[in-house]
């Protein structure tokens, strides 16, 4: 029997969690994913749910008719259940500086402690926008689908506000880097 050229070949159930199905070492994947430069973005919500927030890097755009971002979270996050009743979200992209706001959103800091460190507006879907972000996208959930561990949220963008400064922040390498647009003469 045939078998299709495009397939990849039957999974073989690993024995040991810290290697992937194909033979990959976990560890090896991280240490690859490290140097794979994202922008810092925090992801809030609010709604029948509550309000929660948390720091992502695993973010991108799909396209732009119509304004789509993709989201992933992990679905043991404890801010899950509150992402998937409310429906909504605000991709918030962290600017030069935030290294502290992004850390304290990527912890196990209380929710209202969270919030507390930064000044929040709102726009269309009610999710907390950060006052000084480079750009924040207010967006709803208009589709999800499961990969391994993670949901991934397609999140169409319904108002955007853009930060004053043309900078922003980037995780490479394990650690947080500022960057800047040159000024324009």
């Known amino acids: 029997m045939l078998q299709n050229a495009m397939a990849p070949p039957p999974a073989s159930p690993s024995p040991n969690p810290a290697?992937?199905?194909?033979?990959?070492?976990?560890?090896?994947?991280?240490?690859?994913?490290?140097?794979l430069g994202a922008a810092v973005n925090i992801?809030?919500?609010?709604?029948?749910?509550?309000?929660?927030?948390?720091?992502?890097?695993?973010?991108?755009?799909?396209?732009?008719?119509?304004?789509?971002?993709?989201?992933?979270?992990?679905?043991?996050?404890?801010?899950?259940?509150a992402f998937k009743a409310n429906g909504v979200l605000c991709v918030n992209v962290l600017a030069a500086?935030?290294?502290?706001?992004?850390?304290?959103?990527?912890?196990?800091?209380?929710m209202d402690e969270r919030f507390a460190a930064a000044r929040w507006s709102s726009k269309t879907t009610g999710s907390p926008m950060l006052?000084?972000?480079?750009?924040s996208f207010d967006c709803r959930v208009v589709h999800a689908t499961s990969a391994g561990t993670h949901d991934v949220l397609f999140c169409?963008?319904?108002?955007?506000?853009?930060?004053?400064?043309?900078?922003?922040?980037?995780?490479?390498?394990?650690?947080?880097?500022?960057?800047?647009?040159?000024?324009?003469?």
């Open 19 to 35: 290697v992937l199905a194909q033979g990959l070492q976990k560890a090896d994947y991280r240490n690859a994913m490290a140097r």
């Open 43 to 81: 992801i809030t919500t609010d709604g029948p749910a509550g309000r929660a927030g948390f720091t992502a890097s695993a973010v991108c755009s799909v396209t732009d008719e119509p304004p789509t971002l993709l989201v992933c979270l992990n679905r043991s996050a404890s801010v899950y259940p």
């Open 97 to 110: 500086g935030h290294q502290s706001l992004s850390a304290l959103f990527g912890g196990k800091t209380p």
């Open 131 to 135: 006052d000084d972000a480079a750009v």
């Open 156 to 185: 169409e963008a319904v108002s955007i506000a853009i930060g004053g400064a043309a900078q922003g922040l980037i995780y490479f390498d394990r650690r947080y880097h500022e960057i800047a647009a040159p000024p324009q003469h």
